[in-house]
């Protein structure tokens, strides 16, 4: 079976720091994709950045970047800079190519100190 | 922007009684799906749909059925709401990207408690 493990339930960031969160997953698939999703408080959740299993490359959007390390099959979000804005919770999530069915970890909640 | 949303952001039903979410879409997806999100268990699939009629179940089906009559309306039914049902419930909607994935798109969420 397919699993995702967010081992962190929460961390704590003073603002302009950096902050690490971490993901792990299990699947025998070689073809995959892998999410980081936030969840602001009572807010919608929004996609942060996504991560195809066959790049090599880490993906980088602004101060949100990947650490993908497919051997170890460990995807950890890492977040530069960090703004009182970013307090949420954070869920990793993984999609088999084709098709179209997430697996979410169980979250990490974010907490930016002033 | 792909908008979701979803009926009601609170819902206070009481126990055997039957609740319905409604959630719509804009963006002419063709999947959507429900979860429930709970403290400490992420979010874990309820049923999801991949076209109009058609339905699969998530994880998490007892208790719950679905309803996709149109493309951009997707229903969770809770036949007699029972307390175990007090949660958070999302609604989604995905399409194929040009990133080659499906990304989703969530509504607000539908806070939903059962006395």
């Known amino acids: 079976a397919q699993t995702v493990t967010q081992s962190q339930p929460e961390m704590s960031v003073q603002e302009a720091e950096t902050v690490t969160l971490s993901c792990t997953y299990d699947?025998?698939?070689?073809?995959?994709?892998l999410f980081w999703y936030k969840q602001p408080p009572s807010r919608q959740m929004i996609l942060v950045i996504r991560?195809?299993?066959?790049?090599?490359q880490n993906a980088t959007e602004n101060r949100f970047s990947v650490n993908f390390q497919k051997a170890a099959k460990s995807f950890s979000l890492k977040i530069s800079d960090s703004q009182l804005g970013d307090a949420a919770m954070y869920f990793c999530?993984?999609?088999?190519?084709?098709?179209?069915?997430?697996?979410f970890g169980t979250g990490t909640r974010l907490k930016v100190l002033a | 922007d792909v908008k979701v949303t979803q009926s009601s952001r609170y819902l206070v039903k009481r126990t055997g009684e039957k609740v319905f979410l409604e959630c719509v879409q804009d963006?002419?997806?063709?999947?959507m799906f429900w979860y429930r999100q709970d403290p400490g268990l992420g979010l874990r699939l309820i049923y999801f749909?991949?076209?109009?009629?058609?339905?699969e179940k998530g994880d998490i089906p007892e208790g719950y059925s679905v309803s996709r009559e149109k493309k951009e309306r997707f229903s969770l039914i809770l036949e007699s709401a029972s307390t175990n049902q007090t949660s958070m419930y999302l609604c989604?909607?995905?399409?194929?990207?040009?990133?080659?994935?499906?990304?989703?798109?969530f509504g607000p969420g539908t806070r939903l408690t059962v006395t």
């Open positions: 991560q195809e299993a066959y790049k090599q």
């Open positions: 999530a993984f999609d088999t190519s084709g098709t179209y069915k997430y697996i």
């Open positions: 963006m002419d997806h063709e999947n």
């Open positions: 699947t025998s698939e070689s073809d995959y994709y």
């Open positions: 749909s991949y076209d109009v009629k058609m339905k």
């Open positions: 989604a909607s995905s399409s194929l990207g040009t990133s080659g994935t499906y990304e989703q798109y």
